[in-house]
């Protein structure tokens, strides 16, 4: 059975002061962030932001690539996830955490049926367990029509949302407690999109899982979300509930995702682009990573890290100039 670590506040997920790095080079900074029990978090960032790095940390992957935690703590319902042998996290994942992909294609067995790769995952999970009748319920939990024919066909049969539910069902086996989504809606249609975001923030209210969502799109959060954290260089620059991040933002980095996103209701014109580019894992910057990318910096923002605390609004913010009102 997993230890549980030392003055656990009980919470269903508590990052404090993250730093991760693979080989020369740091890619986690100091992040933080909590979830409570049937809560649903979105990381949102750029590619290269290190959404998926803390998704890898959260399901026991770090080693697999050769990262490895330098700072801080990782605690899932008080149990230490940095600290798990590979056969703790066996006991762990798919049962108490589990991961939905982004790429199904890649994700499932192209040379075996939908069938055969879910009784394998049951199997796994409970030998005793009767596979056939509980994988045809996995895959109607999930609201594919015909399971019996789903669970015949091979993952080239099924269109991208079908095999993105089958993902789905596939993580729900073990009826964990927190399910961690990787941009799990990226390579999908919009409507296709709306369908599995529906379905996730359906499961979550009949399960009472808690879900890490990662994304780049701002417009999908609100649909399934209830905090944001956002991410730039490895390391969280605001967090907070979703409809305040949403609304008022006050960091630039915030304000200028917002303002690069195409909105049905904004007059026709060319989008606001973020000008440069995200910072390299290579360079380091002295002062804040987002400063060379701001039309507000200033010279203490060159020069020294701003530290994410708390502010006024129940979140946190990490930001020497932060922007007040609608962006």
Known sequence: MSERAPGADGGVLAVTDLSVAAGDRQILRDVRFSLPAGGSLALVGESGAGKTMICRALTGRLTRIGARGLDGSVSFDGIDL????????RRLYGRRIALVPQNSLLSLDPVMRVGS???ETLRELDPAAPRQDRAAELLDMVHLAHPHQVLRAYPHELSGGMRQRVM?????????????????TSALDVTVQ?????????LRALT??????VTHDLSIVESICDQVAVMYAGSVVESGSASTILSTPRHPYT??????????DRRAGRLTAIPGQPRSLLAEAAGCQFAPRCAQATDS???????LVPDQAGGSLACWNPQEGQP
């Open 208 to 213: 009472r899982m808690s879900i890490v969502f």
């Open 82 to 89: 940095l600290g798990q042998s590979p056969r703790q996290w």
């Open 194 to 202: 709306h369908g599995i975001l529906g379905l996730l923030a359906e």
């Open 168 to 184: 789905i069902a596939l993580a729900l086996a073990g009826k964990p407690d927190l399910l961690v989504a990787d941009e799990p």
């Open 117 to 119: 790769q879910l009784a």
């Open 255 to 264: 304000r200028a995702l917002l303002a690069a996103h195409p909105a049905p």
């Open 301 to 307: 923002c060159h020069t020294e890290i701003p530290v």
